[in-house]
């Protein structure tokens, strides 16, 4: 049982590049969600998905798109990278408990730098 | 909107004080809450969770939660604190459809 992966660990772009962040999820979980941390800043959603086929923006949308064809993975697009998307993101996955979700599993994180 | 709040972005102790990390939450309906650990460069660990069970909580390395309704609190706190306990905290709390973070407070333990 992996939990929540994340590939890559590190990633350095140019200004202009685009990119998938992957993330994959072997608990079967309905709930995935990407989040990326800031100093200072703490955790901001950027991108949810509830199950299969369905999601929804967070707090911070701009700039990422994301799909969700199965249940185990859920890929992080950057379109067109800017300095502002210099980040750890952070994958994670969560199953629901008497309709509330439980907690979320966190993968590693990738850290992302963008020139 | 629903929303967590943690009181001190910076904590600090000495080795073998108590820890106490203030998490309070705004909501109408009691929530499922979760502390989590973050450790330098490293993902985020849950600590412990509370799921409308017995109101104080046992977490690892040795920590305790107590829900307050009440108060709309879940307090952190350790009777001693460890130099290996220096790391970030978040306070999390789930609402239904929503998961809702803390800001996180960092802490540092003074030997």
């Known amino acids: 049982n992996a939990g929540v992966t994340q590939t890559p660990k590190f990633q350095v772009l140019k200004t202009g590049q685009s990119m998938t962040l992957q993330c994959a999820q072997d608990?079967?979980?309905?709930?995935m969600s990407w989040y990326r941390q800031d100093p200072g800043m703490g955790l901001r959603l950027i991108h949810y998905?509830?199950?299969?086929?369905?999601?929804d923006q967070g707090e911070v949308p701009n700039g990422y798109n994301v799909s969700r064809s199965t249940t185990e993975d859920f890929p992080l697009r950057l379109l067109s990278a800017a300095p502002s998307q210099t980040s750890v993101y952070f994958c994670?996955?969560?199953?629901?408990?008497?309709?509330?979700?439980?907690?979320?599993?966190f993968g590693p994180g990738t850290r992302l730098t963008v020139l | 909107a629903q929303s967590v709040t943690q009181l001190g972005s910076h904590v600090s102790v000495s080795e073998g004080a108590l820890v106490l990390l203030r998490c309070n939450y705004s909501?109408?309906?009691?929530?499922?809450l979760f502390w989590y650990v973050q450790y330098p460069n490293q993902g985020l660990q849950l600590l412990l969770k509370?799921?409308?069970?017995?109101?104080l909580v046992k977490g690892i390395n040795g920590f305790e939660a107590e829900f307050k309704k009440s108060e709309t609190s879940f307090h952190l706190t350790k009777p001693s604190a460890h130099m290996s306990d220096a790391a970030e905290y978040f306070c999390?709390?789930?609402?239904?459809?929503?998961?809702?973070f803390g800001p996180g407070t960092r802490l540092s333990v003074l030997p």
């Open positions: 994670a996955s969560s199953s629901r408990l008497a309709g509330f979700y439980n907690e979320q599993f």
């Open positions: 608990m079967n979980h309905e709930y």
């Open positions: 998905s509830v199950g299969a086929g369905i999601t």
């Open positions: 909501s109408s309906v009691p929530p499922y």
């Open positions: 509370y799921t409308s069970a017995a109101t």
């Open positions: 999390a709390v789930s609402y239904g459809q929503n998961f809702v």
